[in-house]
């Protein structure tokens, strides 16, 4: 026995040396700074200083990044964003007065001689939100017309500053400068062309507007801005990216900067099992500096960050300070105006509440305030600057001394920090985060306890990195272990913990470039493996709050609610329509994974009646879906959903698993018996000879079954082998180069139900062959926004969706691995 043990021993000692080191390397985009839905910042390109750092929603929050050797500059991280001077305000920015109609005018409306004086005299902007819009407008169509002055002057690009919901024709003078399709949630910067410039007249002239609403949200805006070009400073050269490796808690660079080599870390210690550690809202910035060539030189290191990281849009005003408290050395910035939790949607920034720079004092750091245009120059060209405490251009510059350095590495770190204040509105209450619960916590605090703790955060976070890798890489291979890689910090980072005013916890994701729904259940399903394999309590945390909502009667259906709102308020559903046996199927079927991963039903107990509700919903209308919404419904709703069907079967026998595991033996028994005849009865009308059917008796039709999966997960054997073997043999048949596609109606995919269909298979070569293309989509998409998992399989291309949290469905192949472990 002991030579068996040491043998075993030395084997996975070699596989942990094998996989270690190897981890990802390319990625759709890269996450720097990963907390929550607000707190998120990417790079969308493979070079850290080929473009501006972004939000997950595409909008720039500027980080800069300069090593100074000797005198000489290099830039590694991030470039510069254009900036914009206002021509003629849009409402957002200076509410003003127009002539408008909801009546179609007929001919002629734009020109600027239309008589107009009819027309009702409203404030712009225009908007179905009272909160927001100076005039509601929540009709169909909208014309408007607005008379400005302007100044004849030289225009470098003329920016049209549109922001419209849904499509809209804009005209300057009578002429038509621009179309624009569906929807946005800002004011888009659109280039004009030359004709536009020369449009524009000395004195008066008429921006004339029409919108059509086809639904949803109501929104029309626009002004006139110039964009303003960076300035460059002579002598500033570009670092040389040598690697980039992305593992689960950090992305690291490495650069060769003239006679230095630089490593650089970000670190966002998103360790499950410390929920306090996860919680805090601190990330790190690492900087390791050594000499290439043998000699010391003089080194300093530049980080600077924009107020665009506090605020939803670069016209609102920020203030901003420097203190030195608890040990570091501190820049703050935040919104003049604060309307916490005031704002709902998707395509939204946080603009309440403060971010932070923040470095140990010990490490001599110089820190100071200037506008935008002046950061680079103020390190790089040594461009004298005033103090600046407010305004619309604000940035906050940290300077490191690292003297000299040899060939010897010096190490030095600065945080990044924000302080949200109230994080989620819970039925009417505001909900502190997680880390200030109770009150009685400060953000210097976490800031300073982050300091103190940083070389054991790093090196649990190493530690971490490495067992994710292998976990993964043991379960399903190398390229399937660093798509968990990647996946990893966007799926947490899509979320915001919480306590509730019952004292339950809260995990309450926001539906990221979907709806921006909160607590979405057909989000929650999909993500849920990875909680599964790390800590299903935060499985429960996405769980209790839509329990509560059906338990406390504020949602009165047989069926469980789509969501609790709209992200950040959480006040009841806003989604429009009902996803009955999705939304059922899902939490019953969560609950079981809990029960399995946790070795008993006390979770499910607790909930046990209202399971009950949903599972006879299930009973009654699963079996044979009728025309209804479901998780999968792209291409349009579908009555007699095969896939959905499955839903509903395993639902019903995971709920007669747990009446088993809580010794309820005869309901266990009449549950799993009708599980057992829908099975029979599913299999029948599913049948399409070699696979089975997308839509019941239509054989022409085929999709991922994904939803089988939980009959093999949770040992229900309620399906057949032979069902498992067919669909994957047919699959392997329907691969294009970027993955499977999801059904017969079209050529896109879910790259998180791939995963779940390829955990149907035992045959680790035809898992591998449904994972490959996704890895190929991952690594060689033109798309760059954080990992998308709504793709097309012919080109490899994004649909709809980032960022999103579903992609820590990624797990289940894991899981798998780990629960199969357990017998």
């Not at 709806?515 to 209790?544: E, Q, R, W």
Request: glycine share 8%; charged share 20%; hydrophobic share 35%.
């Amino acid at each position: 026995m002991k030579s068996t043990f040491k043998y075993a021993l030395t084997a996975a000692a070699l596989f942990a040396c094998k996989f270690a080191g190897a981890q990802a390397t390319k990625a759709p985009a890269y996450p720097l700074i990963t907390h929550t839905p607000y707190f998120s910042v990417w790079s969308f390109t493979d070079e850290l200083n080929e473009s501006t750092t972004n939000h997950w929603t595409g909008k720039h929050q500027s980080l800069l990044g300069l090593i100074k050797v000797d005198g000489e500059t290099y830039r590694f991280m991030g470039k510069q964003p254009v900036s914009y001077r206002t021509l003629v305000p849009a409402g957002e920015e200076q509410p003003h007065s127009v002539k408008y109609t909801e009546t179609d005018p007929g001919k002629g409306w734009e020109e600027t001689g239309f008589n107009d004086k009819n027309w009702k005299t409203g404030m712009a902007p225009f908007g179905d939100d009272a909160n927001q819009a100076k005039t509601v407008w929540t009709g169909r169509d909208l014309w408007i017309r607005r008379t400005f002055t302007f100044t004849k002057t030289d225009i470098n690009k003329l920016i049209l500053r549109l922001r419209h919901d849904d499509e809209a024709d804009v005209y300057l003078n009578g002429e038509k400068i621009n179309h624009s399709d569906g929807a946005n949630g800002d004011l888009q910067a659109i280039e004009l062309g030359k004709s536009a410039i020369n449009k524009l007249r000395d004195g008066e002239n008429v921006l004339a507007m029409h919108c059509v609403n086809t639904g949803g949200g109501a929104w029309l805006d626009a002004g006139f801005a110039e964009e303003v070009e960076p300035a460059e400073y002579e002598g500033l050269k570009d670092a040389k990216q040598t690697s980039v490796v992305i593992t689960a808690t950090r992305t690291i660079y490495k650069f060769k900067a003239g006679k230095t080599d630089l490593e650089l870390t970000f670190t966002s210690p998103l360790l499950m099992d410390n929920l306090s550690l996860m919680a805090r809202p601190v990330s790190y910035i690492t900087y390791n500096v050594k000499a290439n060539d043998g000699k010391t030189h003089n080194v300093q290191v530049y980080v600077g960050a924009s107020a665009d990281l506090a605020r939803n849009k670069p016209t609102q005003e920020v203030t901003a300070s420097k203190t030195i408290s608890n040990g570091l050395s501190i820049l703050k910035t935040g919104t003049k105006e604060q309307p916490i939790l005031k704002k709902r949607g998707d395509d939204v920034r946080i603009d309440w509440g403060y971010f932070y720079v923040a470095a140990p004092v010990t490490e001599k750091a110089s820190q100071y305030i200037t506008n935008d245009n002046q950061a680079v120059g103020s390190f790089a060209g040594n461009v004298k600057t005033g103090p600046i405490e407010e305004g619309t251009s604000v940035f906050l510059n940290t300077v490191i001394p690292f003297g000299k350095v040899g060939a010897a590495p010096v190490e030095k770190f600065v945080e990044l920090g924000y302080d949200d204040v109230y994080s989620i509105q819970y039925f009417g209450k505001n909900l502190r985060p997680w880390w200030n619960q109770n009150g009685n916590q400060t953000i210097v605090g976490q800031l300073k306890q982050a300091a103190a703790d940083y070389k054991a955060t790093v090196a649990k976070c190493k530690a971490f990195d490495t067992k994710i890798y292998n976990e993964a890489a043991a379960a399903g291979g190398a390229e399937y272990a660093k798509l968990c890689a990647i996946a990893y910090r966007q799926t947490i980072a899509a979320h915001a913990l919480v306590r509730s005013p019952q004292g339950e916890l809260l995990f309450l994701s926001k539906e990221n470039f979907s709806n921006g729904s909160i607590n979405t259940v057909d989000i929650t399903y999909p993500s849920a493996p990875l909680f599964l394999v790390h800590n299903p309590d935060l499985l429960k945390g996405m769980m209790n709050g839509i329990f509560y909502y059906s338990e406390s009667g504020k949602f009165s259906k047989p069926w469980a609610a789509h969501d609790l709102g709209t992200y950040p308020q959480a006040n009841g559903q806003t989604y429009g329509e009902d996803m009955p046996v999705e939304e059922s199927g899902n939490m019953v079927l969560s609950a079981a994974a809990i029960a399995k991963a946790e070795g008993n039903a006390a979770y499910a107990k607790k909930h046990w009646k209202t399971l009950t509700t949903w599972v006879n919903f299930l009973v009654k209308d699963g079996l044979d879906p009728a025309n209804q919404l479901c998780t999968d419904d792209f291409a349009g709703h579908l009555a007699r959903n095969a896939n959905l069907s499955l839903k509903a079967i395993n639902g019903i026998g995971a709920y007669a698993m747990m009446a088993d595991m809580l010794g309820d033996k005869a309901t266990a028994t009449k549950y799993r018996a009708i599980a057992k005849d829908y099975v029979g009865r599913w299999m029948k009308m599913a049948d399409a000879g070699d696979h089975y059917s997308l839509v019941f008796e239509k054989p022409d039709t085929w999709s991922q079954k994904y939803n089988l999966v939980w009959d093999k997960m949770l040992k229900l054997n309620l399906f057949p082998q032979s069902v498992y073997d067919r669909e994957i043999k047919y699959y392997l048949t329907k691969q294009n180069e970027f993955g499977l596609p999801l059904d017969s109606r079209k050529t896109y995919t879910k790259s998180d139900w791939i995963m779940w269909t390829g955990s149907l298979t035992s045959d680790a070569n035809d898992f591998k062959a449904l994972v490959g293309p996704i890895y190929k989509y991952a690594t060689e998409t033109p798309t760059r926004v954080p990992l998308s998992d709504w793709h097309e399989t012919t080109n490899g291309r994004q649909v709809g969706f980032q960022a999103r949290s579903v992609v820590g469905g990624y797990w289940m192949k894991v899981l798998e691995k780990k629960w199969d472990k357990k017998k």
